[in-house]
């Protein structure tokens, strides 16, 4: 059973991105899904949350440039991130709750 994240890399600010994070080994569908970051020498925190019935919680510094979704049928949970500024540069993991499991990350950074 794994996550795998992808779609990190660098992008200049007010640019947009969207990671992916496929699930395999089993299905997530019943499950919740979250995205957290995490900078060098900080604490990994949540970036947004999604439960198997699609309800959806943000970070108050992402609320409004960031949409967190999923597609069951792919097993996969996606992060759309738009006017990306050069504080949201880490670490992007994504996280089943149920299986407390995590990704391997991918990097995104905000070029200024």
């Known amino acids: 059973v794994q996550l795998v994240e992808s779609g990190g890399g660098l992008v200049q600010a007010g640019g947009s991105r969207r990671l992916s994070c496929a699930g395999s080994g089993t299905s997530f569908s019943n499950n919740a899904l979250g995205w957290y970051r995490q900078v060098p020498g900080n604490q990994r925190e949540l970036v947004a949350r999604?439960?198997?019935?699609?309800?959806?919680t943000y970070a108050d510094s992402v609320k409004g440039r960031f949409t967190i979704s999923r597609d069951n049928a792919k097993n996969t949970v996606y992060l759309q991130m738009n006017s990306l500024k050069p504080e949201d540069t880490a670490v992007y993991y994504c996280?089943?709750?149920?299986?407390?499991?995590w990704g391997q990350g991918t990097l995104l950074t905000v070029a200024s």
């Open positions: 999604i439960t198997s019935g699609g309800s959806t």
């Open positions: 996280y089943a709750d149920y299986f407390d499991l």
